[in-house]
């Protein structure tokens, strides 16, 4: 079968890419849908331009590599698996100064393999991402949020800017603007009533979560999260999750993932989500090379 390579030219290529994806993803994959639109627009272009080059065959998308600074991403259709050298050969030869390296599930291992081969040596103790998922079918009930608090979707445009304040609030970064965000809001698959906030009392959004309904696998991955420093400790997180994870039941979904940090010096979001039902299922690991 003859494959053709070429550059990232824009969204409908990310959309060609997500096609692939969704049709891989499984509890083995290390991306979602949702991973790789959040990744493209979250930040600026003039900001983020990192190079991404898509190999097609028969009218598809059947791998894709996205040479972000050290954090080499790449997915290949198992169908194609003969790709991945010229795949791994792309990515070293677009990676610049950067160390060279990758993050993806332990279960991948024949990608494991392959950068091994190439001189890859896993990092031992190093910061790492547990994956978490928890079934829609026995949801907590919404909590009660503190008075004067209630929790929302987003209206589209008209929230744009407190949208972005809330998020670069929790964060402590102005990287995700305004802009960004209106990119986010226009790529798939991008839902406003998945997109929630808490409003405080001021009118002020005091936190925020963004579910990704992936509705071939019926499977929603909540990135981001936040609540602004000035609301923490008032189970704002807890309460725009659940009211999230609601709203993704009612858009038929069947279950939810999230991957906090998992190592001991990141304790605090698997705590929320796994009080919350999710419960681990895989980790990432990373391989490095310099030079």
């Given amino acids: 079968m003859r494959t053709n390579m070429r550059p990232y030219t824009g969204p409908a ?3 060609a890419m997500q096609d692939l994806t969704q049709r891989l993803w499984s509890d083995k994959s290390s991306h979602h849908v949702g991973d790789l639109a959040w990744g493209r627009f979250m930040f600026t272009r003039e900001t983020a331009d990192w190079p991404i080059a898509l190999w097609e065959a028969e009218g598809r998308v059947i791998a894709w590599a996205w040479a972000a600074p050290g954090d080499l991403k790449t997915q290949v259709d198992p169908a194609h698996a003969d790709l991945m050298d010229e795949v791994l ?6 990676a610049g100064d950067e160390p060279r390296e990758y993050t993806f599930l332990d279960a991948e291992t024949g990608l494991s393999a392959r950068l091994e081969e190439r001189g890859y040596q ?10 978490h998922s928890r079934p829609l079918t026995d949801l907590p009930e919404e909590p009660v949020l503190p008075e004067g608090f209630h ?5 589209t445009q008209d929230d744009l800017a ?3 304040a809330v998020h670069q609030a929790a964060w402590n970064s102005t990287r995700v603007t305004a802009e960004s965000y209106r990119a986010v809001m226009d790529a798939w698959p991008y839902r ?9 009392p001021d009118g002020a959004f005091a936190a925020n979560c963004l579910i990704w309904y992936d509705d071939l696998n019926r499977v929603g991955l909540i990135e981001p999260v936040g609540t602004a420093p000035s609301h923490r400790r008032k189970g704002l997180s807890r309460a725009v999750c659940l009211a999230a994870l609601h709203a993704l039941r009612e858009a038929g979904a069947t279950s939810a993932i999230v991957y906090p940090r998992g190592d001991a010096d990141y304790p605090i979001p698997q705590q929320l989500y796994r009080g919350m039902g999710f419960t681990p299922y895989a980790r990432t690991r990373s391989w490095r090379r310099s030079g």
């Fill in 192 to 200: 406003p009533e998945l997109d929630w906030i808490v409003e405080g």
């Fill in 151 to 155: 929790a929302r979707a987003v209206r």
């Fill in 162 to 164: 407190q949208r972005v």
């Fill in 13 to 15: 290529d990310l959309r």
């Fill in 122 to 131: 896993e990092q031992q103790g190093a910061p790492y991402f547990a994956y």
């Fill in 89 to 94: 050969d792309w990515l070293e030869a677009n």
